[in-house]
C-alpha cells in the first residue's frame, strides 16, 4: 500500500503563507494547545519533503534564531530531526539538515516512486509550487491547513494556491486551538 502524503501549510484568512509585517512567527497567535498539538503531529515517523526554496528559508530561520518565531519550538525541532527529502535542481549535499537528501528530477515521479517504497508516511510543511504540482498530479491524499485568525491583505507573502488548477475538498478532521485557530484536513481532488 502507498504511502500517504500530507501537505501541511500555514495560512492567514486571505490565503497567504507568511507576511513581511510585524505580526511575528504563527502572525503572533500561537498559544500551548497549538504549540503541542503540533508536537503531537510530529511525533509519529515521518518522513519530510521539502523544495529547495522552502529548504533555504528554513536553515536561513533556525541558523538566525529570530525571535518571536515558530523556530524554537519543539515541534520544529523534531521535524528537523525526520528524515527529509528536498527537490531541488540546484542543491548539492552535503545540507545543512540532518538526515537530508537531494533528489532532483520531476516532483511528481518523484514522489510518485517515494510513495511506493516508503514505509512510513510522507508530510511537507511549506514547498507551495511543489505541493500545487503534486495535488495536480493526485499525489497528495491530505491537505491540512491551520489558518491564523488574521487578514494580511498588505503585509500577506506567498499565497499558497496562486495559479493553482481546481480542487474539490472534503473535509476528513477539523479542531479549534488556542479557541481561535482552525485546523482543517481535507482530501483534495481534481475538479472535473
Do not use: C
Amino acid at each position: 500500500m502507498p504511502a500517504t502524503y500530507t501537505f501541511d501549510v500555514f495560512s492567514s484568512l486571505d490565503g497567504y503563507s507568511s507576511h513581511n509585517g510585524n505580526w511575528g512567527g504563527y502572525w503572533g497567535k500561537q498559544g500551548p494547545e497549538l504549540l503541542n498539538h503540533r508536537l503531537a503531529l510530529y511525533a509519529a515517523e515521518q518522513r519530510m519533503v521539502f523544495g529547495a526554496n522552502t529548504y533555504r528559508q528554513f536553515v536561513r530561520q533556525l541558523a538566525s534564531g529570530t525571535e518571536g518565531s515558530d523556530e524554537g519550538d519543539a515541534w520544529v525541532t523534531r521535524m528537523r530531526s525526520m528524515p527529509a527529502i528536498v527537490l531541488s535542481s540546484t542543491l548539492q549535499e552535503p545540507l545543512n539538515w540532518p538526515n537530508a537528501t537531494v533528489v532532483s528530477g520531476d516532483a511528481a515521479r518523484v514522489v510518485a516512486r517515494l510513495k511506493e517504497e516508503s514505509e512510513v508516511p510522507l508530510r511537507s510543511h511549506g514547498s507551495l509550487s511543489i505541493n500545487r504540482a503534486l495535488m495536480a498530479a493526485g499525489l497528495v491524499d491530505r491537505f491540512q491547513v491551520t489558518l491564523f485568525p488574521v487578514i494580511t491583505g498588505k503585509t500577506g507573502l506567498d499565497p499558497i494556491f496562486h495559479d493553482a488548477v481546481d480542487f474539490d475538498l472534503e473535509l476528513l478532521e477539523s479542531r479549534t486551538l488556542d479557541g481561535n485557530i482552525q485546523e482543517l484536513t481535507y482530501r483534495p481532488t481534481l475538479h472535473v
